[in-house]
C-alpha cells in the first residue's frame, strides 16, 4: 500500500512562487508513475503534470506549461513540483497522485495523497 503525503502548500501573491513536495511511502517508488491534479471549489480535479519512473518523460496542462515544473528524487521517494508566476486561477487543493503509468486521466492513478491547498492572491 502505498502512502502520499503532500506539503508545501500555502499563501502567495499573484507572481510569486511555490514549491510542493509528496513524501511516498509503502512501496517502491522508482516503479511509479507520478502524477500533480488539482481541484477548485465546485469544479472537477483536472489535471496538472506527470511524471514517468525514470523522469525520461513529463507532460504538463497547456495552463501550466512554461510555469511549472515537476520533477522526482527516486532515492528520496519525493515528487516536487515547481509553480512559478502564480495566478489566481491556480487556487486550488493539489493533490498527487501515483499509478502504473504516466497518464493525464484521474483513473489512471490508484493512490492519492490528501492534498494541501495553494491560494494565490490578486
Known amino acids: 500500500q502505498v502512502q502520499l503525503v503532500e506539503s508545501g502548500g500555502g499563501l502567495v501573491q499573484a507572481g510569486g512562487s511555490l514549491r510542493l513536495s509528496c513524501a511516498a511511502s509503502g512501496g517502491t517508488f522508482s516503479r511509479l508513475a507520478m502524477g500533480w491534479f488539482r481541484q477548485a471549489p465546485g469544479k472537477e480535479r483536472e489535471f496538472v503534470a506527470a511524471v514517468s519512473q525514470s523522469s525520461s518523460v513529463t507532460t504538463y496542462a497547456d495552463s501550466v506549461k512554461g510555469r511549472f515544473t515537476i520533477s522526482r528524487d527516486n532515492a528520496k521517494s519525493t515528487l516536487y513540483l515547481q509553480m512559478n508566476s502564480l495566478k489566481p486561477e491556480d487556487t486550488a487543493v493539489y493533490y498527487c497522485?501515483?499509478?502504473?503509468?504516466?497518464?493525464?486521466?484521474?483513473?489512471?492513478?490508484?493512490?492519492w495523497g490528501q492534498g494541501t491547498q495553494v491560494t494565490v492572491s490578486s
Open positions: 497522485a501515483a499509478g502504473g503509468w504516466i497518464d493525464r486521466s484521474p483513473g489512471a492513478y490508484g493512490y
